[in-house]
C-alpha cells in the first residue's frame, strides 16, 4: 500500500483511558503500529505485566494498525490524537456450547433461576409454589423447600451465598438455608398484593446480611429485618404497582413503578430524595452500574480459590475495593425500561433529568442489565431483538438479531464478553461482544424460556421455563 508522500508517516498520539485520564505525555507514533505494539506500550506506561486491552481513536476500534483506524484526510499534522484505551477482564470465560443436563422437578413452570454469589449453589422459584436448590457437581436436585401456597414470583440470594430470599403470589416472604433445605426464621406477612422483585442490603453497606427490601403490587416497598421478620421501614409514595427494586452501593434505594416514575430512597431513614420522570408508560425494570460487583460482593472467580477467607472485614473491604474500582467517581448509573418501548440513562444520585433517552426498540423492554465492566447496555424486548448501547452516553450500538419470538432475559458473562438472551421462542442465544454476532444457538427447552442466570465465575448457564425443566449448560 503506498502512502503517497504528503501524507504524515507518524502521528503524534496520547493514551488517555476511557474514564478521561491522561497517561504518560504524547507520544510520536508510526502509523503502521499495530494492535499488539500498541498493548506492550500502554502496559509500560501504566507499569503493569500483561493486561489486555481495546483501543479506540475517534470511536472507532484499532483491529490491526493505526493507519485503517483513522482517516488520514481529515488529519491535522500539529493535532494530537487521543487513543482511549480500555482494559478487558484477566480471565476469559469460555461460550457454554452444550446442554450438560435437564434436570426435572418443578410439577408447574420455572418462573425465576439464580446462582450464589461464590456460583456454588443455584436456586430455582416456580409455580409449584416450592423453591429447589439444586447440586451442581451431580447436577442433580438437592432440596425442595415447601411453605409458600402461591407462585414463587422472585427469588434473591443474600451477598454472603448464607440464605436465600422466596417470595410468593400471596405476598408472603419467606428465608431457606441452602444447606439444609429449611425454613430460616418466620415468614415475612405485610404486603397485601403479590411481590414483584427483592434485592439484599449490600456487603459492603452490612457484611450481616440482615436487611430486605421487597416491592409490590400493592403499591408500597418495604425493608425486613429477615432476623425479627418484622418490617423495619415502609416506603410508600408509589401511587401504582412497584415492579423492581434495586439496593444500590452508596445507601440509596431505587425503585420502579407502573406510575412512570422511578423514586429513590435513603435507606437508613426511607426518606424519598428524589421522583426520576420521563416514562410515558410503565417501568418494568431496573439495573445498575453496579449489579455485578454487588451481587458478588467478596467474591471473585479467581482471588477466591487462591485466598480464601471467612473473616467479615477483611470479605467486606475486598468486596468495597473491587465497587470502588468498578464505580471510581462513586457514582452509580441506572438505566430504566418501560412499555412506552424506550430507556433512560440516569444518575440518581445527582440529577433529576436523564443523561439519555434509548430509542430503537419497537415493543416494550423486559430486561436490562449493565455488563459486569459496566461498559455496556444490553436490553431484551417483545420485538425479539436485544440492542446493545454505551453505558457513559446512552448512545446506540447495534441490534442483535436472530430470536423469533419475544425476547424475556439477557445473562452476561463474567468477562463481558459474551452475552446470553433467552425467548419465547424456546431458545438460549449466546451472542459474541466482539463480533457482535450470534456465536451458538442452544436449542434443546420444549417451550417459552422464562428464566436464565450465568453463575459469576463463569462455568454454568442455568435455564428454565415453561417446559418445568431446569437445564445446566457449559462449555
Given at each position: 500500500m503506498d502512502i503517497s508522500n504528503d501524507l504524515p508517516s507518524c502521528v503524534q498520539a496520547r493514551f488517555k483511558s476511557d474514564t478521561g485520564e491522561e497517561t504518560g505525555s504524547p507520544l510520536d507514533l508510526p502509523l503502521t503500529i499495530n494492535k499488539d505494539q500498541l498493548t506492550l506500550i500502554c502496559n509500560a506506561l501504566l507499569k503493569e505485566e500483561d493486561k489486555q486491552f481495546l483501543f479506540f481513536v475517534k470511536d472507532t476500534e484499532i483491529t490491526s494498525t493505526l493507519h485503517e483506524a483513522l482517516d488520514l484526510t481529515k488529519l491535522n499534522s500539529e493535532e494530537v490524537v487521543d487513543i482511549i484505551y480500555q482494559q478487558q477482564a484477566v480471565f476469559k470465560v469460555r461460550p457454554v456450547t452444550r446442554c450438560t443436563s435437564s434436570i426435572p422437578g418443578h410439577a408447574e413452570a420455572v418462573i425465576s433461576t439464580c446462582f450464589s454469589p461464590s456460583g456454588n449453589n443455584l436456586a430455582s422459584g416456580s409455580g409449584d409454589t416450592t423453591v429447589r436448590f439444586w447440586d451442581l457437581n451431580t447436577?442433580?436436585?438437592?432440596?425442595?423447600?415447601?411453605?409458600?401456597?402461591?407462585?414463587?414470583?422472585?427469588?434473591?440470594?443474600?451477598?454472603?451465598?448464607?440464605?436465600?430470599?422466596?417470595?410468593?403470589?400471596?405476598?408472603?416472604?419467606?428465608?431457606?438455608?441452602?444447606?439444609?433445605?429449611?425454613?430460616?426464621?418466620?415468614?415475612?406477612?405485610?404486603?397485601?398484593?403479590?411481590?414483584?422483585?427483592?434485592?439484599?442490603?449490600?456487603?459492603?453497606?452490612?457484611?450481616?446480611?440482615?436487611?430486605?427490601?421487597?416491592?409490590?403490587?400493592?403499591?408500597?416497598?418495604?425493608?425486613?429485618?429477615?432476623?425479627?421478620?418484622?418490617?423495619?421501614?415502609?416506603?410508600?409514595?408509589?401511587?401504582?404497582?412497584?415492579?423492581?427494586?434495586?439496593?444500590?452501593?452508596?445507601?440509596?434505594?431505587?425503585?420502579?413503578?407502573?406510575?412512570?416514575?422511578?423514586?429513590?430512597?435513603?435507606?437508613?431513614?426511607?426518606?424519598?430524595?428524589?421522583?426520576?420522570?420521563?416514562?410515558?408508560?410503565?417501568?418494568?425494570?431496573?439495573?445498575?452500574?453496579?449489579?455485578?460487583?454487588?451481587?458478588?460482593?467478596?467474591?471473585?472467580?479467581?482471588?477466591?480459590?487462591?485466598?480464601?477467607?471467612?473473616?467479615?472485614?477483611?470479605?467486606?473491604?475486598?468486596?468495597?475495593?473491587?465497587?470502588?474500582?468498578?464505580?471510581?467517581?462513586?457514582?452509580?448509573?441506572?438505566?430504566?425500561?418501560?412499555?412506552?418501548?424506550?430507556?433512560?440513562?440516569?444518575?440518581?444520585e445527582k440529577e433529576k433529568r436523564p443523561l439519555a433517552r434509548m430509542t430503537g426498540h419497537q415493543q416494550l423492554i423486559n430486561d436490562v442489565k449493565f455488563s459486569p465492566d459496566t461498559r455496556i447496555i444490553a436490553s431484551a424486548s417483545f420485538d425479539k431483538s436485544v440492542k446493545l448501547w454505551e453505558s457513559t452516553t446512552g448512545k446506540f450500538i447495534t441490534t442483535l438479531r436472530g430470536h423469533v419470538q419475544a425476547v424475556y432475559m439477557v445473562a452476561w458473562s463474567a468477562d463481558s464478553r459474551l452475552l446470553l438472551s433467552s425467548s419465547a421462542d424456546s431458545t438460549l442465544k449466546v451472542w459474541n461482544l466482539k463480533t457482535k454476532k450470534l456465536e451458538l444457538d442452544l436449542p434443546g427447552h420444549a417451550d417459552e424460556v422464562y428464566a436464565v442466570d450465568w453463575s459469576p465465575d463463569g462455568s454454568y448457564v442455568a435455564s428454565g421455563g415453561k417446559d418445568k425443566v431446569l437445564k445446566l449448560w457449559q462449555h
Open positions: 447436577q442433580t436436585p438437592l432440596h425442595v423447600c415447601k411453605g409458600h401456597t402461591n407462585w414463587v414470583l422472585c427469588i434473591s440470594w443474600s451477598p454472603d451465598g448464607s440464605k436465600l430470599a422466596s417470595a410468593c403470589k400471596q405476598g408472603r416472604i419467606m428465608l431457606w438455608d441452602p444447606i439444609t433445605g429449611n425454613q430460616i426464621g418466620k415468614t415475612m406477612m405485610g404486603h397485601k398484593q403479590w411481590v414483584t422483585a427483592l434485592t439484599w442490603e449490600p456487603y459492603i453497606r452490612n457484611p450481616e446480611c440482615r436487611k430486605l427490601a421487597s416491592s409490590s403490587k400493592d403499591g408500597d416497598v418495604r425493608i425486613w429485618d429477615t432476623v425479627t421478620g418484622h418490617t423495619v421501614l415502609s416506603l410508600t409514595g408509589h401511587s401504582k404497582a412497584v415492579t423492581c427494586v434495586k439496593w444500590g452501593g452508596t445507601g440509596l434505594i431505587y425503585t420502579s413503578s407502573q406510575d412512570r416514575t422511578i423514586k429513590v430512597w435513603r435507606a437508613d431513614d426511607g426518606i424519598l430524595c428524589r421522583t426520576l420522570e420521563g416514562h410515558a408508560h410503565w417501568v418494568n425494570t431496573l439495573a445498575l452500574s453496579t449489579d455485578y460487583v454487588l451481587r458478588t460482593g467478596p467474591f471473585h472467580p479467581i482471588l477466591d480459590r487462591l485466598d480464601s477467607t471467612n473473616d467479615r472485614t477483611i470479605l467486606q473491604q475486598r468486596a468495597l475495593q473491587r465497587y470502588e474500582e468498578t464505580c471510581h467517581k462513586g457514582e452509580e448509573r441506572l438505566v430504566s425500561g418501560s412499555d412506552d418501548f424506550t430507556l433512560f440513562l440516569w444518575l440518581p
